[in-house]
């Protein structure tokens, strides 16, 4: 049966392609048109983020705003045009947009014009995990075909450390520009009053005073479980040691979203995979539990208490592979759930606090709250024809 069922889906992935080869050959003697930019966030996972933030500041402009999304009765901003992107009209949108923004390394599915400009903003900061080329020995070949041909179609890589920028050059194909100024979505870290506290705590419906933690790791690619098995109950009890009272919120990366039955949610352990911008739980946290994800990138650059769990390391640089970086991290690899525990109850502030500081300083962050102004002001030149 699962022999029938993978022919099948070979068959049914060939038909489509065959259809956006035939597309993609017509519409590309449709002209471009000037002030339209497309957003691509994960290949239709909706309004968030780098893109989200990039359009936030762009969206007063007087531009046909397209953007790809599996659920096209989201609700986003009044100015945007939601396409899905397995459509024929996402072909025609991405083959006559000015400006294309993306954070994937997928295909785009369009013959690139002349005049076109496509911006890779990726997904991640620091990556702990081997990336493109680095690991190649675990991307199919289909990926990583689309990957260089994206960034052979690709003017602009958005960067926001040393590092970042580094693998880009050395993993990434990337010979275009890269532009080192923050990511766009990491812009709210380094706001006051944007309001996230309350969207979560009203979003999770929590009316008592208390603090939130997160734990967010990554997926695996063998698709195993057991490391994501950290024992909530225990870890709320020693964070409340400290005379608070703690909610934990648990974020499934997109990749394993079923994986967050793995849990006992109750009024102190919630479930905010479904939340729909990762930036606002960061904002809205006061402490991090985290693996190999970069997500421990924007919790240095606020300071705030970063803690890893990490009991498959050695699985995991088998199977995917660690760049010597992770080693560097000033944080402790805690191999089990009493590690972890142990870890939070001898940690404090000011500790935290440095450990954040050394972080930035090994990895070289930039991220200061203006990417979003900085990436929008290169779209409007590009629409507007002006020399950057």
Not at 24 to 49: A, M, T
Not at 235 to 251: F, P, Q, S, T, Y
Not at 252 to 280: G, R, S
Not at 291 to 297: N, W
């Amino acid at each position: 049966m699962n022999n029938l069922k993978s022919f099948v889906y070979k068959i049914l992935d060939f038909l489509f392609e065959i259809r956006n080869n035939i597309f993609k050959s017509i519409f590309i003697f449709c002209p471009v048109k000037e002030n339209k930019v497309l957003f691509n966030n994960f290949n239709g996972r909706g309004y968030g983020d780098n893109p989200k933030y990039i359009l936030e500041e762009l969206k007063n402009e007087d531009f046909d705003f397209v953007w790809l999304t599996s659920n096209l009765e989201e609700n986003m901003p009044s100015a945007i045009r939601k396409v899905h992107p397995n459509s024929i009209k996402r072909l025609y949108e991405t083959a006559t947009a000015k400006v294309i923004v993306t954070n994937v390394k997928n295909d785009l599915r369009f013959i690139k014009k002349k005049g076109q400009y496509v911006i890779q903003t990726w997904h991640g900061s620091y990556s702990s995990k081997r990336l493109e080329a680095a690991a190649a020995d675990t991307l199919s070949p289909k990926y990583l075909k689309e990957s260089r041909k994206n960034s052979k179609q690709t003017d602009l890589f958005i960067s926001n450390s040393r590092v970042l920028s580094d693998c880009y050059r050395k993993d990434f194909w990337c010979d275009c520009e890269i532009m080192e100024c923050g990511f766009p979505r990491n812009d709210i870290l380094f706001k006051e009053n944007t309001g996230a506290l309350e969207k979560v705590t009203a979003f999770f419906n929590i009316k008592e005073n208390c603090k939130l933690a997160m734990y967010a790791p990554t997926f695996r690619d063998d698709g195993s479980v057991d490391a994501y098995k950290i024992d909530a109950e225990k870890i709320v009890e020693a964070l409340e040691k400290d005379g608070n009272k703690w909610k934990l919120l648990i974020r499934m990366h997109p990749n394993v979203e079923e994986c967050d039955n793995l849990f006992p949610f109750d009024e102190n352990i919630l479930n905010a995979t479904k939340y729909p911008d990762m930036q606002e739980l960061l904002v809205a946290t006061d402490l991090l539990i985290t693996d190999y994800s970069s997500t421990v990138f924007e919790f240095a650059a606020m300071e705030k208490a970063v803690f890893l769990y990490t009991p498959d390391i050695e699985e995991y640089e088998k199977i995917r592979g660690l760049m010597p970086t992770f080693f560097q991290m000033p944080y402790k690899k805690n191999l089990n759930n009493d590690e972890l525990i142990q870890d939070i109850l001898e940690s404090s502030s000011q500790k935290q606090k440095q450990l954040s500081q050394e972080f930035t300083k090994i990895f070289g962050g930039v991220d200061d709250g203006t990417s979003s102004s900085t990436i929008a002001k290169r779209i409007k030149d590009v629409i507007n024809g002006n020399k950057f």
